[in-house]
């Protein structure tokens, strides 16, 4: 409250000259700091314009069916945010004038977008980015987005989703980055970074007041992931350690970043519903974590509180949800119906919309929007050639290598290529789920991609042989075995359609369809050595599928530009080195498996499953390359206050590679029990054909080597551990290290 008085005094102060005479409001003067032009504004402001900003309404179309466009008119002036798609210029601009010119006090509403793996161009789905393992490059692609939404008009975007999943069945396993807590905190801070810019982390926020960067918005806080049997907007349950453990850290290093904002998830954790908890919201967001931007609610999330047996009422509703911590009530229409009575009858206080109105003025200014409201007719920033060229990167970086039996790939001496199934000439799937405005036409296919590959060089043939849902062609797969059976080579392109993950898009068989394992099958018979090329949102069950392929090669959904690259690892134009975020079960009864197990209390040979395998087909980790790299001289030893593991990585192919080191450790007895293995660093590094590279990591045992208890308290126990480096953890080098 001192500190309010005293804001508003300096306010009152820039506001009026020695004489009295009244000056350009404070809120409005670009050199007043954003503390003071928030409390300018703020006390301005009445009640009604208050509860207004905490609203966010839609505007034009949008591919999410969740989101139907609303109408123009229905947006009342004074508003607070907007989710719009872009695209239409005139349309924003009025509404922005309506805002500014029809309102008391002309605050500009906020845009908003889910750019979730690109915007106008799409690259590789988050899912598939980490397997990249190439944080840089994510915050390269994440930053020229930025711009691509800032020239639209966009100055917010839902996105990053660090929701850590281990199970393949629920369809947003596709949005975040993989199994792994640590891997989802890399990425959350990358893409901040991207978005924001670093300097924003320092409370720097000229490159968004430039235009040039868009506020982030961490979601879905928290445990989203954890959905029950893979099924969306279902319960969560979440233990105090899981949440500390594995899913807050994500969120903990988006923040770090700088994240302006935040989602409030739908899930029911535990009996809580997520955008009600005022533990997640209020105790650790705030108080614990220092956060000050924005809490935005999902789509609808305070409404479902109803469904959710958590409140009888909208207005409710729209009690708990504010008081919880969610500052913007994103679509459900509960604040601006219900807010005002609620602080007449006194069952919330003013001073609890007042703070989140602050949060909400906070981002305005910190985003210039204030001077800056409309989007102006200036040229846009081109970014098509570094966009491309960072797509195709990341394409590359990302596939993954599951099975190269005799070498198939690349594929050097053969002649006649066949090219077949649904997904080799489909640019749709391609594109992915949330394509945002990209134009799923000017996708370039895999079978486009291999043709100018291989152009001058072999006779490419194509037959698609059925559709994605495995329904026959007239005549596919007798044409494709005809195919087949005069080629050298097949590459069968078989995997699922773009919106057979994402929101709302559980699959209880996470399989290749029927209709597309027969097209495998036939295609076996021919005898013709076979490359199966798959592309999907998620790790699929190929426990059918991976003795009738010579070689599998894992491209997730590579967007706009990816299927040059994947053509480029057919050929041996680019040596493969993406390794698996996500673990590859063998059954659906194996989920949810994940790396980051406990110790079983009982030895290797106990607690395994009678029917059938208890190890994944694929591991986290996982992950070939065209050469071979021999890895060696594992070295652990005291550095300043921590310590310095090393190893060596020899090259011994004629090709040159890049390898992705990931770096364990294994906290043998703790206090609280431990992981069997846990990911603490990650580098990827040249490695030049017949040459030696060592990989280091700086081990801080502080950061490394603690581990977080129920409560979110960090300790640090001497005693033994063990350092891994490699790929799958069970085939890691290893090497003791003793915390004295
Ligand atoms: C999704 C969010 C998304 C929002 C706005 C919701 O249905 O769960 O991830 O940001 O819609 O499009």
Same mark, same amino acid.
């Given at each position: 409250?001192?500190?309010?008085?005293?804001?508003?005094?300096?306010?009152?102060?820039?506001?009026?000259?020695?004489?009295?005479?009244?000056?350009?409001?404070?809120?409005?003067?670009?050199?007043?700091?954003?503390?003071?032009?928030?409390?300018?504004?703020?006390?301005?402001?009445?009640?009604?314009?208050?509860?207004?900003?905490?609203?966010?309404?839609?505007?034009?179309?949008?591919?999410?069916?969740?989101?139907?466009?609303?109408?123009?008119?229905?947006?009342?002036?004074?508003?607070?945010?907007?989710?719009?798609?872009?695209?239409?210029?005139?349309?924003?601009?009025?509404?922005?004038?309506?805002?500014?010119?029809?309102?008391?006090?002309?605050?500009?509403?906020?845009?908003?977008?889910?750019?979730?793996?690109?915007?106008?161009?799409?690259?590789?789905?988050?899912?598939?980015?980490?397997?990249?393992?190439?944080?840089?490059?994510?915050?390269?692609?994440?930053?020229?987005?930025?711009?691509?939404?800032?020239?639209?008009?966009?100055?917010?975007?839902?996105?990053?989703?660090?929701?850590?999943?281990?199970?393949?069945?629920?369809?947003?396993?596709?949005?975040?980055?993989?199994?792994d807590?640590y891997?989802?905190?890399?990425?959350?801070?990358?893409?901040?970074?991207?978005?924001?810019?670093?300097?924003?982390?320092?409370?720097?926020?000229?490159?968004?007041?430039?235009?040039?960067?868009?506020?982030?918005?961490?979601?879905?806080?928290?445990?989203?992931?954890?959905?029950?049997?893979?099924?969306?907007?279902?319960?969560?349950?979440?233990?105090? $350690? =899981?949440?500390?453990? #594995?899913?807050?850290?994500?969120?903990? *290093?988006? @923040?770090? %970043? +700088?994240?302006?904002?935040? !989602?409030?998830?739908?899930?029911?954790?535990?009996?809580?519903?997520?955008?009600?908890?005022?533990?997640?919201?209020?105790?650790?967001?705030?108080?614990?974590?220092?956060?000050?931007?924005?809490?935005?609610?999902?789509?609808?999330?305070?409404?479902?509180?109803?469904? $959710? =047996?958590?409140?009888? #009422?909208?207005?409710?509703?729209?009690? *708990?949800? @504010?008081? %919880? +911590?969610?500052?913007?009530? !994103?679509?459900?229409?509960?604040?601006?119906?219900?807010?005002?009575?609620?602080?007449?009858?006194?069952?919330?206080?003013?001073?609890?919309?007042?703070?989140?109105?602050?949060?909400?003025?906070?981002?305005?200014?910190?985003?210039?929007?204030?001077?800056?409201?409309?989007?102006?007719?200036?040229?846009?920033?081109?970014?098509?050639?570094?966009?491309?060229?960072?797509?195709?990167?990341?394409?590359?970086?990302?596939?993954?290598?599951?099975?190269?039996?005799?070498?198939?790939?690349?594929?050097?001496?053969?002649?006649?290529?066949?090219?077949?199934?649904?997904?080799?000439?489909?640019?749709?799937?391609?594109?992915?789920?949330?394509?945002?405005?990209?134009?799923?036409?000017?996708?370039?296919?895999?079978?486009?991609?291999?043709?100018?590959?291989?152009?001058?060089?072999?006779?490419?043939?194509?037959?698609?042989?059925?559709?994605?849902?495995?329904?026959?062609?007239?005549?596919?797969?007798?044409?494709?075995?005809?195919?087949?059976?005069?080629?050298?080579?097949?590459?069968?392109?078989?995997?699922?359609?773009?919106?057979?993950?994402?929101?709302?898009?559980?699959?209880?068989?996470?399989?290749?369809?029927?209709?597309?394992?027969?097209?495998?099958?036939?295609?076996?018979?021919?005898?013709?050595?076979?490359?199966?090329?798959?592309?999907?949102?998620?790790?699929?069950?190929?426990?059918?599928?991976?003795?009738?392929?010579?070689?599998?090669?894992?491209?997730?959904?590579?967007?706009?530009?990816?299927?040059?690259?994947?053509?480029?690892?057919?050929?041996?134009?680019?040596?493969?080195?993406?390794?698996?975020?996500?673990?590859?079960?063998?059954?659906?009864?194996?989920?949810?498996?994940?790396y980051g197990?406990?110790?079983?209390?009982?030895?290797?040979?106990?607690?395994?499953?009678?029917?059938?395998?208890?190890?994944?087909?694929?591991?986290?980790?996982?992950?070939?390359?065209?050469?071979?790299?021999?890895?060696?001289?594992l070295?652990v030893?005291?550095?300043?206050?921590g310590f310095?593991a090393?190893?060596?990585?020899?090259?011994?192919?004629?090709?040159?590679?890049?390898?992705?080191?990931l770096w364990y450790i294994r906290d043998v007895?703790a206090?609280?029990?431990r992981p069997m293995y846990e990911l603490k660093h990650f580098?990827?590094?040249?490695?030049?054909?017949?040459?030696?590279?060592?990989?280091?990591w700086?081990i801080d045992p502080?950061r490394d080597l603690s581990f977080?208890?129920?409560?979110?308290?960090?300790?640090l126990e001497?005693g033994d551990f063990v350092i891994y480096a490699g790929?799958?953890p069970?085939?890691a080098?290893c090497c003791p290290l003793t915390l004295?």
């Amino acid at each position: 409250m001192a500190h309010s008085l005293l804001l508003f005094g300096v306010a009152l102060v820039s506001a009026m000259t020695d004489a009295g005479a009244i000056l350009t409001p404070a809120y409005k003067d670009p050199s007043a700091p954003v503390e003071v032009r928030v409390e300018d504004l703020l006390s301005r402001m009445t009640l009604g314009e208050k509860v207004l900003q905490l609203c966010q309404y839609s505007l034009g179309k949008d591919i999410n069916v969740n989101n139907m466009g609303e109408r123009l008119s229905r947006i009342p002036s004074g508003s607070g945010a907007v989710i719009y798609r872009g695209g239409d210029r005139e349309l924003r601009n009025s509404v922005q004038r309506r805002m500014m010119e029809e309102s008391r006090l002309g605050i500009p509403l906020v845009f908003g977008y889910d750019a979730i793996h690109g915007y106008l161009t799409t690259y590789q789905v988050p899912l598939g980015q980490a397997c990249s393992w190439d944080t840089s490059l994510t915050a390269r692609l994440c930053s020229a987005v930025a711009q691509e939404l800032r020239d639209e008009g966009i100055e917010w975007t839902f996105s990053p989703m660090v929701d850590v999943c281990r199970d393949p069945r629920w369809g947003r396993i596709v949005e975040g980055y993989g199994e792994d807590p640590y891997v989802n905190s890399a990425f959350a801070a990358a893409s901040v970074t991207g978005y924001q810019g670093p300097e924003a982390a320092r409370g720097d926020y000229s490159r968004l007041q430039d235009g040039r960067g868009v506020a982030a918005c961490i979601k879905h806080f928290v445990g989203y992931g954890a959905s029950e049997a893979g099924r969306d907007y279902v319960y969560t349950e979440i233990s105090d $350690q =899981g949440l500390w453990e #594995t899913w807050m850290p994500p969120f903990k *290093a988006g @923040l770090e %970043a +700088g994240a302006m904002s935040v !989602m409030s998830a739908f899930n029911d954790i535990s009996g809580i519903p997520a955008s009600a908890c005022s533990y997640t919201l209020t105790t650790v967001l705030r108080d614990k974590w220092g956060f000050d931007g924005v809490v935005v609610s999902d789509w609808g999330a305070v409404e479902q509180l109803c469904r $959710q =047996g958590y409140c009888s #009422t909208l207005k409710d509703a729209a009690a *708990a949800a @504010l008081c %919880a +911590g969610v500052d913007i009530d !994103m679509q459900s229409s509960a604040y601006d119906s219900f807010l005002e009575q609620l602080v007449s009858e006194g069952r919330v206080g003013e001073q609890v919309i007042d703070e989140a109105v602050r949060r909400v003025l906070r981002l305005k200014f910190r985003l210039g929007l204030f001077e800056h409201p409309y989007l102006e007719p200036a040229a846009r920033q081109d970014k098509g050639e570094e966009m491309k060229e960072a797509c195709e990167s990341m394409a590359a970086e990302s596939s993954v290598l599951l099975k190269n039996d005799s070498a198939l790939l690349p594929l050097r001496s053969c002649r006649r290529i066949a090219v077949i199934g649904p997904l080799a000439d489909d640019g749709d799937a391609l594109t992915g789920c949330w394509r945002a405005g990209a134009d799923a036409s000017m996708t370039q296919t895999i079978l486009s991609a291999v043709r100018q590959e291989f152009d001058g060089r072999c006779k490419v043939g194509f037959v698609r042989g059925c559709d994605v849902e495995g329904n026959p062609d007239r005549g596919g797969i007798s044409a494709a075995v005809r195919l087949s059976s005069r080629s050298d080579v097949v590459i069968l392109c078989l995997g699922e359609g773009a919106r057979w993950s994402g929101e709302n898009a559980s699959r209880q068989h996470p399989r290749l369809p029927e209709g597309q394992l027969r097209l495998l099958k036939a295609l076996r018979r021919t005898g013709t050595p076979l490359a199966l090329v798959l592309v999907g949102g998620r790790p699929l069950i190929l426990s059918d599928v991976v003795d009738d392929a010579d070689a599998i090669l894992e491209t997730w959904q590579p967007g706009t530009y990816g299927a040059r690259s994947v053509a480029g690892i057919i050929s041996g134009r680019i040596n493969p080195s993406g390794r698996l975020a996500v673990t590859f079960p063998r059954s659906e009864g194996q989920i949810p498996i994940y790396y980051g197990r406990r110790s079983p209390a009982r030895d290797a040979g106990a607690g395994l499953y009678k029917d059938g395998s208890s190890e994944p087909l694929f591991p986290f980790g996982y992950g070939l390359s065209y050469s071979m790299l021999e890895y060696s001289n594992l070295r652990v030893g005291k550095a300043g206050d921590g310590f310095e593991a090393s190893v060596d990585v020899t090259n011994k192919g004629s090709l040159d590679a890049q390898e992705v080191m990931l770096w364990y450790i294994r906290d043998v007895v703790a206090g609280v029990t431990r992981p069997m293995y846990e990911l603490k660093h990650f580098e990827r590094l040249d490695v030049p054909a017949g040459e030696t590279v060592t990989f280091s990591w700086s081990i801080d045992p502080g950061r490394d080597l603690s581990f977080v208890d129920r409560k979110g308290e960090r300790h640090l126990e001497s005693g033994d551990f063990v350092i891994y480096a490699g790929g799958p953890p069970a085939t890691a080098l290893c090497c003791p290290l003793t915390l004295p």
